[in-house]
């Protein structure tokens, strides 16, 4: 398993490095931005962390772009601590991220459980879940609607499976991070609502007016649908 660290801080790099190594992993390192988009193209590559402030090109540039043709899961580090920051890194297709300093036990708790929800994909038996127009396929771990296949994030896509899974069923973002993020999480249940306002833009034939993931306010979210997708 390869895990690319890209930061413009050497010293960083070398402990996230040193600790990964000891993990098991095979870690591969850069300094900036375009670094770390050449580096996404290792189809060996199977997580990635980038840092948000890097010279020549940003990490969130950085994550734009290499969203344009991997879904690998990607964290993002930051020394930001303002919410809307970090919510940032979601918009521009992040799957996770960590502010600096941070604990490199976290650390590695968020590379477990990303790659254990990502793992997979390639030894599933195929199978579509089907409502409407839309379908998930869960070995490819795209959706597909009208016939075209749409990409999703990591997240993206264990958000959506779990609402398809149980139709009709209320989760609160509480409990969303709970079972899609797979830990305690501190950080702000918004994150939950970029998530959701961007499958809404993927998925949805119009945004603005779901049919698909409903809000219940004041409670939290639900997939509106039949009792048991077609499988």
């Not at 590379?111 to 396929?137: E, F, H, Q, W, Y």
């Amino acid at each position: 398993m390869k895990i690319v660290v890209v930061d413009d801080e050497a010293l960083l790099v070398k402990g996230i490095r040193f600790n990964l190594q000891n993990e098991g992993y095979e870690v591969l390192t850069g300094s900036n931005g375009l670094e770390a988009v050449e580096l996404a193209r290792d189809p060996e590559v199977g997580l990635m962390i980038l840092d948000v402030m890097m010279p020549e090109m940003d990490g969130l540039t950085a994550c734009t772009k290499i969203r344009e043709f991997s879904q690998v899961p990607i964290i993002m580090l930051t020394a930001k601590t303002e919410d809307m920051d970090k919510l940032m890194g979601f918009d521009h297709g992040a799957d996770d991220y960590l502010t600096k300093p941070f604990n490199i036990l976290e650390l590695k708790a968020r590379i477990r459980a990303l790659l254990k929800r990502s793992a997979g994909r390639s030894d599933a038996v195929r199978t579509l879940l089907t409502v409407g127009d839309l379908s998930l396929d869960t070995q490819q771990r795209v959706a597909i609607r009208d016939g075209k296949t749409i990409d999703l994030t990591a997240k993206e896509y264990d958000l959506i499976e779990l609402l398809m899974k149980n139709p009709r069923r209320v989760y609160s973002r509480e409990s969303l991070m709970d079972l899609v993020w797979g830990y305690s999480y501190a950080g702000d249940y918004r994150t939950v609502d970029v998530h959701i306002r961007r499958l809404r833009e993927k998925l949805e034939p119009d945004p603005a007016n779901p049919v698909y993931i409903m809000t219940k306010w004041g409670v939290g979210y639900y997939f509106k649908g039949e009792e048991q997708p077609t499988v």
